[in-house]
């Protein structure tokens, strides 16, 4: 003897309700339109110094150079329905720039988060970095949701990532002192030289040493990261 359960009308009901929400917020993003505003920023800094970065949400391009300067173009991204709207958005997300010559700090500053709704709007808010910096200098960076693409520094690097794929050149791995690149759940590629690395999964690491002085840390939360050498 079969038995049937009868379809509860709470459940309809719930599946009406949510179906309805999705629909409201579909249709708000489709009316939404994505406006930009870029910003330039520029400061000397000298080889075997350190840049800070403290980023939330968008991408991070760092590419080193020969020159002693950094120079940062920082676009902000937002989605809104108007110009006049997009405008109060772009207030709301501000670029910090600080010190000079040794030690320099670059921070994205947002609104005060609410408890109840921390992360509300933040979706909405981006900030895309592209950064030349000297490439004999050091890099700590830290960003939540993002990618992340490093090429050509030989100084050491330390890059946290909650969410997104991280990229990194590395330009002699014979430099190399200590390379650990961590996924909690992600990708770990790698196409140098002796220690080529394709797999998923969960915790998945590359890690390698050599007789250099550069370090390189690299730890993703929900992500991927690809190490390479661009001469190759």
Known sequence: MSCVRPVQRGTILERAIFCSIALLVASASMHAEEFTRTS??????????????????????VVGWDDP????????????GS?????????KIQVSLAGKDKNITLETL???RRLWRPFRGESKLTVNYTIHMPYDSNLKLSCIDGDVTIQGLTGSEVVKLSYGDVEI??????????????????????????????SAGFSREIFFTAGGN???IVEVHMGGVFVYNEQN
Do not use: C, W
């Not at 950094?70 to 991204?77: F, N, Q, R, T, V």
């Open 83 to 91: 110009k006049k709207k997009a405008n109060v958005l772009f207030q």
């Open 40 to 61: 330039h920023y520029a400061v000397r800094m000298f080889s075997f110094g350190t840049f800070t970065i403290d980023s939330r949400v968008g991408d991070i391009t």
């Open 214 to 216: 550069q370090d390189i």
């Open 169 to 198: 050149d590395v330009p002699d791995p014979y430099r190399v002192r200590y390379f650990k690149a961590h996924t909690f759940l992600g990708y770990v590629q790698s196409d140098l030289s002796g220690m080529e690395q394709d």
């Open 69 to 80: 300067r950094l120079e940062i173009d920082a676009e902000k991204l937002v989605r809104a």
């Open 110 to 112: 947002y609104p005060p």
